[in-house]
């Protein structure tokens, strides 16, 4: 993956514990839309914004729901999706739900998903550069690991407690 096409560290802030997207403001999505080799189209701006206040996943009818007041289409939110997807302003996140999901990239991280609730938690200590050594050492058929993803699967504790 092209580092230079992710969004940038200083569109991320730290706040307890958990990250948490920055307010992205108008000249920053079209920033991040120009760097990205995109025009700055007022379904792009907005689809963007929507991405920029929810810092957990979210799929495109969540993101419809929210843009769609402003005349975009369902079909555009698709569309939009997939461009972003393909310069790497989004990351598809499997959440093994019943839609897609999707959220910023740009700082990695991993989920913890409750299977009872749907509660989600990022997280970002990640042993993976590690083990991916190990793994290339011993397999047949690869050499380089160029990406990952994980996502955990369990019962939070609040539902531990039902």
């Known amino acids: ?15 307890n514990e ?11 999505t079209l920033i991040i839309l120009r760097e990205s080799g995109l025009k700055a189209t007022t379904p792009r701006v907005a689809i963007l914004k929507v991405f920029a206040k929810n810092h957990l ?10 843009v769609k007041i402003s005349g975009i289409n369902e079909a555009t ?4 999706l997939l461009s972003f997807e393909e310069k790497n302003i989004i990351k598809r ?4 739900k019943d839609s897609l999901y999707y959220e910023l990239a740009g700082h990695h991280h991993h989920h913890m998903i409750c299977i009872e609730c749907g509660t989600i938690e990022d ?9 991916s050594k ?11 690991i160029k990406d990952h993803s994980l996502e955990l699967f369990g019962i ?3 539902c531990d407690r039902k």
Do not use: W
């Not at 993956?1 to 706040?15: G, V």
């Not at 958990?18 to 920053?28: F, G, I």
């Not at 996943?57 to 929210?66: C, D, G, L, T, V």
């Not at 996140?93 to 093994?96: K, V, Y």
């Open 93 to 96: 996140i499997d959440l093994r």
């Open 57 to 66: 996943p979210i799929n495109a009818e969540h993101i419809y729901q929210k």
């Open 123 to 131: 997280f970002e200590t990640c042993k993976i550069g590690s083990i």
């Open 18 to 28: 958990a990250l948490c997207y920055t307010r992205v403001m108008e000249k920053d």
């Open 77 to 80: 939110v698709y569309r939009t």
């Open 134 to 144: 190990d793994l290339l050492e011993h397999s047949k058929k690869f050499a380089l």
């Open 1 to 15: 993956m092209d580092e230079n096409l992710r969004i940038p560290e200083r569109y991320f802030t730290q706040t």
């Open 156 to 158: 939070c504790k609040a």
